[in-house]
């Protein structure tokens, strides 16, 4: 079946840029997407990418699609202590009709000042 | 902007009782789901429904049964609450036109 891999922590510094790692297995995957969970909240949409494309940057956050090796990585330019959150990478088929993700594990990213 | 509201923050039951996780949606989503997060587990899938009166078992239904009367409300019900459902209970809706899903807020759920 599907599986989606994650690390499951990341320590940066104020200012640095930030990059987390997923992996995916599902070769039929069509969309994938980052997550953010923020402390005692649920998820929130931040970017998805189409698997024809190799990259979508959205202001601070660059997401690269290698489809070849199913790997994806969210990169956030000068990270800041609001981004300490968990991340999440998720991938599902065609969003027409109904769509189920799967979900990695998540990635905790500690922002220390 | 969608909303997607989980009745409860925070409940404490005791083993063996009944519990209802209620999950709201005001945007006319036909899809709506039921996930657990733990630790280390990330989002495990215990139930969805297509559309209203639909329901499917995900991956970890076991001791879980759901109810989806109205278009807009997802009800996620504990037959017998046991410790091991203490967890962090996350439901989603999503729209047949939209991308990925909306999440409510959470709901963590003691059972001791």
């Known amino acids: 079946g599907e599986d989606v891999e994650q690390s499951l922590f990341l320590s940066v510094r104020e200012g640095d840029s930030s990059v987390i790692n997923c992996t995916y297995t599902?070769?039929?995957?069509?969309?994938l997407y980052w997550y953010k969970q923020e402390p005692g909240a649920g998820l929130q949409l931040l970017t998805y990418?189409?698997?024809?494309?190799d990259m979508k940057q959205d202001q601070r956050l660059t997401v690269l699609l290698n489809k070849k090796d199913k790997h994806l990585s969210l990169r956030i330019a000068d990270t800041q202590t609001g981004d300490s959150a968990i991340y999440f990478c998720?991938?599902?088929?065609?969003?027409?009709?109904?769509?189920?993700?799967?979900f990695g594990t998540g990635t905790r990213l500690l922002v220390s000042p | 902007d969608v909303k997607v509201t989980q009745s409860s923050r925070y409940l404490v039951k005791r083993t063996g009782e009944k519990v209802f996780l209620e999950c709201v949606q005001d945007?006319?989503?036909?899809?709506m789901f039921w996930y657990r997060q733990d630790p280390g587990l990330g989002l495990r899938l215990i139930y969805f429904?297509?559309?209203?009166?639909?329901?499917e078992k995900g991956d970890i239904p076991e001791g879980y049964s759901v109810s989806r009367e109205k278009k807009e409300r997802f009800s996620l019900i504990l037959e017998s609450a046991s410790t091991n459902q203490t967890s962090m209970y996350l439901c989603a809706s999503r729209s047949l036109r939209g991308h990925g899903y909306t999440f409510g807020s959470g709901t963590r759920l003691t059972v001791v």
């Open positions: 945007m006319d989503h036909e899809n």
């Open positions: 429904s297509y559309d209203v009166k639909m329901k």
């Open positions: 990418i189409f698997s024809n494309m």
């Open positions: 998720a991938e599902g088929p065609m969003n027409t009709g109904f769509q189920k993700l799967v």
């Open positions: 599902d070769s039929s995957s069509t969309y």
